[in-house]
């Protein structure tokens, strides 16, 4: 009887294993961002680099390969980052994702400028990204939206 009873103990314990590993990952929560300063600035093309400090809410780790996001300040479009990455996040834990946002010049004369001076802004990050655990990546969306605030000058 007890030969009979192990084999589906191990099956048990195979299938809760199994089912509890491949969740699929809680959303990365925004946490702040540091170290923003202008890369190159001039009215053809300018950027803007900036670390982002996010926390990792899954027990398990993952991989970071791809970010393809549009950022918005006050509903004004600021720029775009596309990149790709090699980022391994640690399980519970704070990363930082370091960005280059390709700005839009004639928008940022017209609108978004006067928001670098220290007022507080309405923050949305639209797009994607690619995370993945043991080679095994899926897309995300991101869809972030958030007041803060800005002081270049």
Avoid: W
């Avoid at 791809?66 to 640690?90: C, E, K, M, P, R």
């Amino acid at each position: 009887m007890n030969s009979k009873l192990l084999p589906c103990s191990i099956l048990i314990f195979v299938f809760i294993f199994f089912t509890t590993s491949c969740q699929a990952p809680k959303e990365l929560e925004y946490r702040d961002f540091k170290n923003l300063k202008v890369e190159k600035l001039s009215l053809g093309a300018s950027s803007l680099k900036l670390d982002v400090i996010y926390y990792n809410p899954n027990n398990f780790g993952l991989q970071l390969k791809y970010t393809d996001l549009d950022v918005f300040i006050d509903g004004n479009y600021l720029g775009h980052s596309a990149q790709d990455y090699q980022i391994t996040i640690q399980r519970l834990a704070e990363f930082t994702l370091p960005l280059q946002i390709n700005l839009d010049m004639q928008n940022l004369l017209k609108n978004v400028l006067p928001t670098f001076l220290g007022k507080e802004v309405t923050v949305k990050i639209t797009g994607k990204v690619k995370l993945g655990k043991a080679n095994v990546y899926k897309t995300f969306p991101v869809n972030y939206e958030g007041k803060q605030r800005f002081a270049l000058f």
